[in-house]
């Protein structure tokens, strides 16, 4: 059976018509869906470019085809772009017989459209909320309270129409967008990592040798302490604004500190000048976007702390990777994070100086590093490949099954 999967992720294709990625949805991430589908189009925003990157990584590959949807940013570039849209969405339904929308969003929508015209059964993957995503506070848009109403109501209808659907939270996730009763409802990550994400000294899962190697709780490397941060810096839903903030005032109070931020986007420029204008230009390196691998685990090895003050959040990949490396992590109190970390280990959103206090609190505690290093690495292990895998497949299982038998009814 092939599978269409409906995304807002964007990708990249040069010439010779190959995609790519920076992200983690790479080619191996389509395989997992190939374990019980016989062939996967991803149908998402593709943009032609020139030449491929150093560290970007092939999307499309043997059993993984894609629909390029038009490429665009905002509304405005979307509604010159929407009747192109449509129709590759509609051609990629027509063309597959089993259908998963992961991630609500316009594709998502737009999808959903087609699917529930032509009764035709589909599973959702919920990956992330667009009532926090769209949060006061969180876009600046003219349109965002609208733009949130509309598309937590089509997340909502989707997961209520749905044949089957899987949350990445346990708690939040199911309890908004709930799933019709006669629907197969599961909690699971789509984070997935592998051996060399962990810093173990055996990673046999089979055996009572998984052993992790926490931190010490001592200053990692010589010198200021260092903070981490990993996100996106085209929206400010992960809150790098609060974090510098914070910075700041650690500074004032003695803490001899420094800031790392990976991540690109359209506000780096704007949180360069604030860390600036707040006279700390010299302790906030701005790496830009790094490849989701080697390059991104290097940056939280060098690192004391790892620090994700998210306004809005699903289950983070970020603080995940962080914590598999025996990193100790601060997060806010929103999304999926309290899944993640205790409460001990949390703030308030938006509250620079409820985060200031806890990177304090941390930094001068080497007994507690020590104690959130080792928690973390045990939490992380959850989230192991091999842990994942069966539950995932169950979910595609169920969906290969019940889209069998309710195409054989309608027609």
């Known amino acids: 059976m092939r599978l269409a999967v409906m995304l807002e992720q964007r990708y990249a294709r040069t010439p010779e018509g190959r995609l790519w990625t920076t992200a983690p949805a790479d080619y191996q991430f389509w395989c997992r869906y190939l374990e019980v589908f016989d062939h996967v189009c991803v149908v998402a925003r593709v943009q032609d470019v020139p030449v491929a990157q150093p560290g970007w990584k092939r999307v499309d590959g043997q059993g993984v085809t894609y629909s390029a949807l038009p490429y665009y940013v905002g509304p405005f570039q979307y509604a010159l772009r929407s009747r192109q849209m449509h129709q590759v969405i509609r051609s990629a339904i027509a063309s597959n017989e089993a259908v998963i929308i992961r991630v609500s969003g316009v594709a998502g929508s737009v999808a959903y459209k087609y699917l529930r015209a032509n009764k035709r059964p589909f599973g959702v993957e919920v990956v992330s909320d667009p009532y926090e995503v769209l949060a006061p506070g969180v876009v600046k848009h003219p349109l965002r309270p609208l733009f949130r109403w509309w598309f937590t109501r089509q997340l909502q209808a989707q997961c209520i129409d749905a044949v089957a659907v899987a949350y990445v939270t346990k708690m939040i996730l199911p309890y908004r967008y709930p799933a019709a009763r006669d629907a197969l409802a599961t909690p699971y990550s789509s984070v997935e990592l592998k051996d060399e994400a962990f810093v173990f000294s055996d990673i046999n899962l089979d055996s009572a040798a ?3 190697t926490p931190r010490t709780g001592a200053r990692h490397i010589e010198g200021a302490y260092k903070l981490v941060f990993v996100g996106s810096l085209a929206q400010m ?4 604004d609060i974090l510098i903030d914070a910075v700041a005032k650690c500074l004032s109070k003695g803490l001899e500190t420094s800031l790392t931020v990976v991540g690109s986007g359209k506000y780096r420029a704007e949180l360069e000048a604030r860390a600036k204008a707040l006279g700390i230009a010299k302790r906030v390196r701005f790496l830009g976007e790094l490849p989701a691998s080697a390059p991104v685990r290097a940056q939280l090895d060098e690192a004391d702390l790892f620090v994700l003050p998210s306004r809005t959040d699903a289950l983070p990949r970020a603080i995940i990777e ?24 949390m703030v308030p959103p938006s509250n620079v100086a409820a985060l200031a206090r806890k990177i304090l609190e941390v930094a001068n505690n080497p007994t507690r590093q020590a104690a959130m290093s080792a928690r973390n690495l045990e939490k992380a292990k959850e989230y192991h490949k091999k842990l994942l895998g069966e539950v995932r ?4 299982e169920y969906t290969k099954k019940e889209t069998e038998k309710r195409l054989k009814r309608n027609n």
């Open 210 to 212: 998984f052993v992790p």
């Open 393 to 396: 497949k169950s979910f595609y």
């Open 237 to 240: 839903y992960k809150g790098p």
């Open 322 to 345: 962080a914590m598999a490396r025996g990193l100790p992590c601060i997060g806010s109190t929103v999304g999926g994070i309290p899944e993640l970390l205790p409460p001990e280990d």
